[in-house]
């Protein structure tokens, strides 16, 4: 672009923003128009467009601006988290290289490329891509082995899961002709082989290595592991595949193949997520004091599970998502609010592996957060990822819900999700949060539905009686054979569910070390004997709008009751659990 044709449009954008702060929106927009006219690539005049354009309510159009912001000026973040807000809008999704070029800019950001949901969409955009994933019974490589080696492919593999047992079948294919196409000398015919194998890592990694693995495939990989052992020169090609099938850290050299690729650049990805990240991991929980030992025989218990399989396994937080989120959430503004603006103290109680904390710590920065669970290889996790984030407000705590007293410690606020049916007796566990509460103080819970958790609940029945064990080899098996067991509703019920596709939410989700599941009748009558006020649920604006159009009376939607009727109208509104708040009175 020449000086001239800059400087021109330089000029004529800066008279774009003086007409849009005196809100002449006309005369803007025909700058702009002229601007882009001038200078296609020009991205702050596309961004500026592309704002203009959601004013008026023109999100499709807003979004396809972005589309070229991002191609113009990859480097500039918000450019990106503004496309994918407006992916995520119900933009329909068309395949071009464009869009595509848009979403590997995001995919290679470390900070978004975990929320690039309309990843998966963009894939099956494209006809060809579509057409290999419905024939996954045969060899992909074949079919269009270049297709997979595009960027957006790979990048997409490193930071998604996509929920769908298509595409899981889809990708285990993958997985098998690239063992298949592994030659006796260690070697991938074609040099791509391996990126996509590195690829392909981060993916079943990051699913626990859930993906279905034959006998066939066992005994070569049995193979690859004893020659990877055999020591330095180390193989890069076999250490990418191995990596395909099991984690690197079960590998007796892990530690030396760490030091050995830590910093080059074909495995450097691979070994940091599948060595260094453990070895962290390691270092981080020993530093984590304890509350108290853990006496309670169901809280041992979940503290095992939780220990073999941390639960979820998250990698990326968008700052800026985070906010802007909790700002467009009605409840979670009018209720939590007040929190923002001064030193509050919040408690998580039963963090896991501390996103639900990661989220407050960005949400009230002024607030002092304590998160506490049972697990401490989960808190190990969370600790690493508040570090990673920059997070100096939240305090790590190993210790059991049932000890919380000895903190000597009041809260304003209290976020126990997921947890409370866990436990021996939700009730006491509830009862001993209650009391750290300050009076007039919020409580966000979570609680498994009865009614939402029918297809769960069948399957975990059908494990019990074939006595499937808790293992990874039992949670393999019984997922192999469930389509077997389990009747279709039951299946397509749980293909659903983004715990299906993970080994460690699996084992979360239908292996539990204990579980209850309740009904609006009794957490209504749980509130009433803890003397606390139903605030509201937790739900996506589409389900407060269905169920105010259907109880127009209930203005605040704090009717339990006419909620068990909206429940009994649409019982997967709870799939996942009740999220609800509830306060203590002042006195």
Not at 113 to 129: I, R
Not at 249 to 276: C, H, K, M
Not at 316 to 340: D, G, I, T, Y
Request: aromatic residues 10%; charged residues 25%.
């Amino acid at each position: 672009m020449s000086t001239s044709v800059t400087a021109t449009s330089e000029v004529l954008r800066q008279h774009a923003k003086l007409s849009l702060a005196h809100g002449d929106i006309g005369k803007a927009e025909r700058l702009l128009i002229e601007t882009l006219q001038n200078a296609p690539n020009d991205h702050e005049a596309l961004a500026l467009m592309a704002e203009l354009r959601l004013r008026s309510g023109g999100v499709t159009d807003a979004f396809h601006h972005y589309v070229r912001a991002v191609n113009a000026a990859p480097e500039v973040h918000l450019y990106k988290e503004r496309f994918l807000d407006l992916a995520g809008r119900g933009v329909d999704v068309v395949h071009s290289d464009a869009l595509e070029a848009a979403v590997v800019a995001c995919l290679k950001t470390p900070d978004l490329a975990g929320a690039v949901e309309s990843w998966a969409s963009l894939l099956m955009a494209n006809p060809q891509f579509r057409s290999i994933v419905g024939s996954a019974n045969r060899d992909p490589l074949s079919l269009d082995g270049e297709l997979l080696l595009r960027p957006l492919f790979l990048e997409g593999l490193k930071s998604n899961v996509v929920c769908d047992p298509s595409f899981e079948a889809f990708v285990t294919q993958i997985r098998f002709q690239l063992l298949n196409r592994f030659s006796n000398e260690g070697r991938f015919p074609r040099a791509e082989y391996f990126r996509l194998a590195s690829a392909l890592s981060h993916y079943a990694f990051f699913t626990d290595f859930i993906l279905e693995e034959t006998e066939y495939e066992r005994i070569p990989i049995d193979e690859l592991a004893l020659q990877i052992e055999r020591g330095k020169p180390y193989n890069a090609d076999a250490i990418a595949l191995f990596a395909c099938y099991r984690p690197l850290y079960s590998l007796s050299s892990a530690q030396d193949i760490f030091e050995t690729f830590r910093n080059a650049e074909n495995l450097s990805e691979v070994v940091r997520a599948q060595i260094g990240d453990g070895l962290s991991l390691y270092q981080a929980a020993a530093a984590i004091p304890t509350l108290a030992p853990v006496v309670n025989e169901t809280s041992r218990n979940v503290r095992e599970q939780y220990e073999a399989f941390p639960y979820p396994r998250w990698r990326m937080l968008s700052k800026r998502h985070v906010v802007e989120n909790w700002r467009a959430e009605e409840f979670s503004q009018k209720l939590e609010a007040p929190l923002s603006d001064r030193p509050a103290t919040i408690l998580i109680a039963g963090c896991g592996t501390g996103r639900d904390a990661a989220i407050h710590a960005v949400r009230f920065p002024m607030a002092s957060i304590t998160a506490v669970d049972v697990s401490r290889a989960s808190l190990a996790y969370a600790s690493l990822k508040a570090n990673e984030l920059g997070l100096e407000n939240l305090t790590f705590v190993h210790g059991d819900i049932l000890d919380l007293g000895r903190m000597y410690q009041s809260f304003d606020h209290i976020c126990c999700t997921g947890v409370l049916h866990h436990m021996e007796d939700p009730v006491a566990g509830w009862r001993v949060l209650c009391d750290l509460l300050k009076p007039g103080g919020l409580t966000r819970i979570g609680l498994y539905s009865r009614a939402g958790r029918q297809a769960v609940a069948a399957a975990q029945d059908a494990a019990c009686r074939a006595n499937y064990p808790p293992t990874r080899d039992g949670l393999l098996r019984f997922r192999r054979d469930c389509p077997r067991i389990c009747d279709a509703e039951t299946m397509l019920r749980l293909s659903r569910l983004q715990d299906y596709y993970h080994l460690n939410m699996y084992r979360d989700l239908v292996f539990p070390a204990r579980e209850h599941r309740f009904d609006l009748n009794q957490i209504g009558d749980m509130l009433r004997a803890l003397g606390l006020r139903f605030e509201g649920f937790y739900v996506s604006a589409e389900v407060l709008t269905k169920y105010r159009s259907l109880f127009r009376d209930d203005r605040h939607a704090t009717n339990l009751e006419t909620w068990r009727q909206f429940e009994s109208l649409y019982p997967d509104t709870f799939a996942s659990m009740y999220i609800f708040w509830c306060r203590k009175p002042q006195t």
